[in-house]
């Protein structure tokens, strides 16, 4: 193993500040030399945790990383471990450090929120939870669930979800209480203790307690059959029967009740996936995968970060279900406790129906990784190929092809697309309009090769691992010429040849054909197509906007300045043709109406 790298004797506050660090709990923060944050940690004794980072025993690549560029400590002390634990939190939350655990998730997952505490509770459908006393239920996946159930509460239960002040005094409802998707307490047709009790049954839905729910859907279909409220009976029924189908179409996960997140995890060259199983009374609700960098093995210290993470912006659960004892785990519990206000356990499942749930956790996050970077890898495969076959000294990772466009010698432009690791670098891209308008593919694939990398070597810039032209023998060697001549013929060059898919290299006349289902030549297809795209694409909207503005400047009396007007407004020649005088004159006044209307008959404007 290298020596650990430091910046102990570069430092002038570094080295002292580690000899005279407390033995108290509380959190450190380490800077760089530009005074920026670095990572943010917490300790029950800071003297030893701090010290442990520059010591040459068990850093991981990623540790040694961070600690070759402390290059000062920030302490703050705290009474107790736990008060570490929550500063920590809030620091990281506040300024993420990019050697934190920083958990990068796809989706934000929407939330059903019951605004519990005003008078008169809507609900809607939201992604952001906030501590604001209200009540959420979800995260759901996909997406639609968490608008279908919405869509439940309002039609079962008729819950507004409008945010306007309830007083009784508006003049007329909205549509929804039409629709019986709502009860209207704008216009006071409910009353606040009537529709508080609207607003409990929704809850209890949400929260998929069915025989409580029945049990009050029942009590109150009967007082309305007795009170001759038929209708009011009528609905309570549909509400009893709808709400038996909804549940009964939720698969049952666990036996086990308590809201419960099962945490399952995976790791692929160098990445991790979390999978976190959502269970609420029993049901699967949703799901939510983590994305995780620069993670060599997924042990009990990262675990411990995901769940601050994770809990540090959602509810806590009763139950966590998790492959390992995470580090510190008693104080997570007791900061989880605190979060949830009734105690929050965490659980390593040894057998029974948990382990399977885990399994089921683990599974999903190895799929969740290979979806994602195995493609990566699959590219690696191809550039791999890709090397072996054309002999090249260097992995391909950066490739760029150059095409040439033009219309028999007009509007002559080049592209020059960049892929890297195998997709597309769009960033990247750059086109070219030529200083010469000829229909000379060999002059204008000089002049474009040429321009890229003369202007490449000026700024110093980084070269592609393979130059690839689009074309035969000709175009190739125009290309190598232009290399030759700017001193860079020590650059990788090929070219892909139309029709028969072959391919040349500059030391050999003979060209190498590719079996035509290779990937290697699938790549090869793919770029060349890419850059044909780009060059035609500039080449129409150059030569489009010659000949509209042709069109147009050759109406008497009207210039480039005005012919642009026109085309901005109406779009296109045939648009102007046919437009009317009121719109023309909008457009460019009306003296240059006139011009244009006399075009549009085919006579000459007045006074000419």
Known sequence: MAALRTNLDKSPTLARKLADLPQRPGCYLYRDEGGNLLYVGKAKVLRNRVKSYFQQKHLDAKTRRLVARIWDVELIVCETELEALILENNLIKEHWPPFNILLKDDKSYPY???????????????????????????????????????????????????????????????????????????????????????????????????????????????????????????????????????FTRQKAASADLDDTDVYGSAVLDGRACVHRLMLREGRMVGRQEYLLDDIETFDGAVLAQVIQRVYSADPVPAKLLVEIEPEEGDLLREWLSGLRGTKARIHVPQKGEKVDLLAMAQENARLALERKFEPARLNEAVLEGLQAFLGLSHLPRRLECFDISHGQGREVVASCVVFSDGVPDKARYRRFKMSNEQNDDFANMFEAVTRRYKRMRDEGQEFPNLVIIDGGLGQLHAAEAALKELGLEHLELASLAKKEELVFRPASSEPLKIPKSSPVLQLLQRIRDEAHRFAITYHRALRAKRTLQTELTQIPGIGPATAKKLLQTFGSVTRVREAVEADLVQAIGPSASQKVLAWQTGQAPEGE
């Open 112 to 246: 059903v929120k019951l605004t519990w505490k005003e008078a008169f509770p809507k609900v809607y459908v939201t992604r952001k939870v906030r501590k604001d006393g209200s009540l959420y239920f979800g995260p759901f996946f996909p997406a639609s669930t968490a608008y279908r159930t919405a869509e439940l509460v309002y039609r079962f239960f008729q819950i507004r979800d409008c945010d306007i002040e309830i007083d009784g005094k508006r003049g007329r409802a909205c549509l929804k209480y039409q629709l019986h998707r709502c009860t209207a307490p704008c216009i006071a047709a409910v009353g606040q203790e009537a529709y508080r009790e609207q607003a409990k049954e929704a809850r209890l839905f949400l929260e998929g307690k069915r025989d409580e729910l029945k049990a009050r859907l029942e009590v109150a279909m009967w007082k309305a059959a007795e009170a001759a409220a038929y209708e009011q009976a009528a609905q309570h029924r549909d509400a009893l029967q709808q709400v038996d189908a909804w």
